[in-house]
């Protein structure tokens, strides 16, 4: 029973791995994207340094907050940002949370990028992502070939205990069922891409 459960965990690899990339493909889409919003002047309200809750190395981590008000067609709005730095971290050591506000300073003017049809969603760092496009390239491709071979050998193990199939079909169908198995994880992240634009 537990090999089973094994064996399924691995053929659910592929659809894990597919959501994964296509969510953080979608994160670089959208970064690129906000450089064509339209820019409204902000006023920096408030800065901290606010702990994540997460530890690194047995040290807490912390994330930069930047509180702003701006107006857009005569409408008030208040947003928290959370700015990364150059490499695209979002949260670090103390120091470096206090080192990313220096950038910010309270009752000062700062250009900020508006969604034309959401105006309140907006960023102080339009195309900035906290996604690497090359690093990210590298990690899907290992990412798919891995599940790849555990799916097919997940199907090898399923086929050969309980059905009578050669070892031709049973990778054909651990072809089929890796192909499968990433269109899923395909719609599992437009539903998760809908989801997240409901919400801003």
């Given at each position: 029973m537990i090999a089973l459960i094994i064996q399924l965990l691995m053929l659910m690899t592929p659809a894990i791995s597919a959501a994964?990339?296509?969510?953080?493909?979608?994160?670089?889409?959208?970064?690129?994207?906000?450089?064509?919003?339209?820019?409204?002047?902000?006023?920096?309200?408030?800065?901290?340094?606010?702990p994540t809750g997460k530890k690194y190395q047995g040290q807490p981590l912390y994330?930069?907050?930047?509180?702003?008000?701006y107006r857009v067609d005569g409408m008030a709005y208040n947003i928290i940002q959370q700015p990364v730095d150059e490499k695209g971290l979002a949260d670090g050591p103390k120091q470096w949370a206090?080192?990313?506000t220096l950038n910010y300073k309270p009752d000062t003017a700062v250009r900020?990028?508006?969604?034309?049809?959401?105006?309140?969603?907006?960023?102080?760092?339009p195309g900035q992502a906290?996604?690497?496009?090359?690093?990210?390239?590298?990690i899907g491709f290992v990412m798919l070939v891995f599940s790849f071979m555990l799916c097919v050998l997940s199907i090898l193990a399923i086929t050969h205990k309980y059905m009578n199939v050669t070892?031709?079909?049973?990778?054909?169908?651990?072809?089929?069922?890796?192909?499968?198995?990433?269109?899923?994880?395909?719609?599992?992240?437009l539903l998760a891409q809908e989801m997240r634009a409901q919400k801003t």
């Open positions: 994964t990339i296509a969510l953080k493909l979608d994160e670089l889409k959208r970064a690129g994207s906000r450089k064509q919003w339209p820019v409204a002047q902000a006023t920096i309200t408030e800065v901290k340094i606010v994330r930069p907050e930047v509180a702003l008000s206090r080192e990313v900020l990028y508006y969604n034309p049809q959401r105006p309140k969603q907006a960023t102080l760092q906290t996604v690497d496009k090359g690093k990210w390239m590298i070892t031709t079909i049973s990778m054909m169908l651990g072809i089929v069922a890796f192909i499968i198995m990433l269109m899923l994880g395909v719609l599992i992240s």
